[in-house]
T-cell receptor, first 111, second 111 residues
Framework: EADIYQTPRYLVIGTGKKITLECSQT?????MYWYQQDPGMELHLIHYSYGVNSTEKGDLSSESTVSRIRTEHFPLTLESARPSHTSQYLC??????????FGSGTRLTVV | SQQGEEDPQALSIQEGENATMNCSYK?????LQWYRQNSGRGLVHLIL?????REKHSGRLRVTLDTSKKSSSLLITASRAADTASYFCATGPYNTDKLIFGTGTRLQVFP
């Protein structure tokens, strides 16, 4: 059973709205990640964090922002959603040298 | 560009047959990992093989790694309909815990 939780599972929202995708883990992992994945496509790293107050941009440029105020919480925010943001967003966490644990993802649709 | 390329892109087999998927990568790595993703869900970690290992087993899974050829293979023996999913390889480059995912292989196992 996964110990990393993403909410909401699905979100349909209008253009221009501010949204926050939640990600929480109960495993005490220092490292957390956000990936973006279009249907049937590869994953692209958009943000990562190696601990509290540490955030970095990933390999794929994204208009989203993240914060890491607590170890267990790594929310992703879009200040003004656009149709081009429509995608699946996957959160993951890990311990150094071990595999990632992924959440179930948030499927975002911006209309 | 993405680190990993997988082939085939899609594979259809009958239950009981073996499935083999291949992954090639470009740079030196600490480890290589395989993940499974059921449609529309998050990824599940299957197996991690370190750069100094050549072969690893986990249940019906067998992973090989050839660092001289920068390639890996995942073998699923005696496949089942429940193995139907997308399978991704992911590489962990040196000096980073970021994973770079391949393009994935879509496996369909027919009963």
């Amino acid at each position: 059973e996964a110990d990393i939780y993403q909410t909401p599972r699905y979100l349909v929202i209008g253009t221009g709205k501010k949204i926050t995708l939640e990600c929480s883990q109960t495993m005490g992992h220092d490292k957390m990640y956000w990936y973006q994945q279009d249907p049937g496509m590869e994953l692209h790293l958009i943000h990562y964090s190696y601990g509290v107050n540490s955030t970095e941009k990933g390999d794929l440029s994204s208009e989203s922002t993240v914060s890491r105020i607590r170890t267990e919480h790594f929310p992703l925010t879009l200040e003004s959603a656009r149709p081009s943001h429509t995608s699946q967003y996957l959160c993951a966490s890990s311990l150094q040298g071990y595999g990632y644990t992924f959440g179930s993802g948030t499927r975002l649709t911006v209309v | 560009s993405q680190q990993g390329e997988e082939d085939p892109q899609a594979l259809s087999i009958q239950e009981g047959e073996n499935a083999t998927m291949n992954c090639s990568y470009k740079t030196s790595i600490n480890n290589l990992q395989w993940y499974r993703q059921n449609s529309g869900r998050g990824l599940v970690h299957l197996i991690l093989i370190r750069s100094n290992e050549r072969e690893k087993h986990s249940g019906r899974l067998r992973v090989t790694l050839d660092t001289s050829k920068k390639s890996s293979s995942l073998l699923i023996t005696a496949s089942r309909a429940a193995d139907t999913a997308s399978y991704f390889c992911a590489t962990g480059p040196y000096n980073t815990d970021k994973l770079i995912f391949g393009t994935g292989t879509r496996l369909q196992v027919f009963p």
